[in-house]
T-cell receptor, first 114, second 113 residues
Framework: DTGVSQDPRHKITKRGQNVTFRCDPI?????LYWYRQTLGQGPEFLTY????????KSRLLSDRFSAERPKGSFSTLEIQRTEQGDSAMYLC????????????FGQGTRLTVV | GENVEQHPSTLSVQEGDSAVIKCTYS??????FPWYKQELGKRPQLIID?????GEKKDQRIAVTLNKTAKHFSLHITETQPEDSAVYFC????????????FGQGTILTVHP
């Protein structure tokens, strides 16, 4: 599969624990996006990178959330001191900056905080 | 920031009928409007998109129309089939990034055989 891949697919964690998710974009894509999707809602933008630079962060991204893309390839999203309200599907997407392409989504990581 | 409203939230049709989903957006600078289909437990997949310099685009049974003045756009699916059943999301974007999207709330489309 040469699409966007995310790992793990499912994560159950206890409240207060830290979790980290990984996203591998389509190899030639230089833009990478993180979204959060709760049940019955559309995805909400969290942050995006062009190469290794984090260009924008949503107000939704509290200081417990941090994202990195150290070498401009894969990205990680870490949530510290998880709360029950963090339970959601975390989606990653990638695209080309030029020529501009649409965003291709991964299958997501479903986080459950108990 | 951008706000995208999508209606209806659920839509039930008989196989062979047409389905129409409508979205409105608030940011007049938005210039890219994709539609994604998401089947249960799967990733959102782009089915059609339109840029602000175009009023209509068709791809087989699917069409999208855009009214920039009224700031609304619609998805039209003709000759619906049971495999069209899914959640459909509209979205809007501005600037040079087609991936930084504001999504609507989604429409659950059910096509009955």
């Amino acid at each position: 599969d040469t699409g966007v891949s995310q790992d793990p697919r499912h994560k159950i964690t206890k409240r207060g624990q830290n979790v980290t998710f990984r996203c591998d974009p389509i190899s030639e894509h230089n833009r990478l996006y993180w979204y959060r999707q709760t049940l019955g809602q559309g995805p909400e933008f969290l942050t995006y990178f062009q190469n290794e630079a984090q260009l924008e962060k949503s107000r939704l991204l509290s200081d417990r959330f941090s994202a990195e893309r150290p070498k401009g390839s894969f990205s990680t999203l870490e949530i510290q001191r998880t709360e029950q309200g963090d339970s959601a599907m975390y989606l990653c997407a990638s695209s080309l900056a030029w020529p501009r392409t649409e965003a291709f989504f991964g299958q997501g990581t479903r986080l459950t905080v108990v | 920031g951008e706000n995208v409203e999508q209606h209806p939230s659920t839509l039930s049709v008989q196989e062979g009928d047409s389905a129409v989903i409508k979205c409105t957006y608030s940011d007049s600078a938005s210039n890219y409007f994709p539609w994604y289909k998401q089947e249960l437990g799967k990733r959102p997949q782009l089915i059609i998109d339109i840029r602000s310099n175009v009023g209509e685009k068709k791809d087989q049974r699917i069409a999208v129309t855009l009214n920039k003045t009224a700031k609304h756009f619609s998805l039209h699916i003709t000759e619906t089939q049971p495999e069209d059943s899914a959640v459909y999301f509209c979205a809007a974007s501005r600037g040079t990034s087609y991936g930084k999207l504001t999504f609507g709330q989604g429409t659950i489309l059910t096509v009955h055989p």
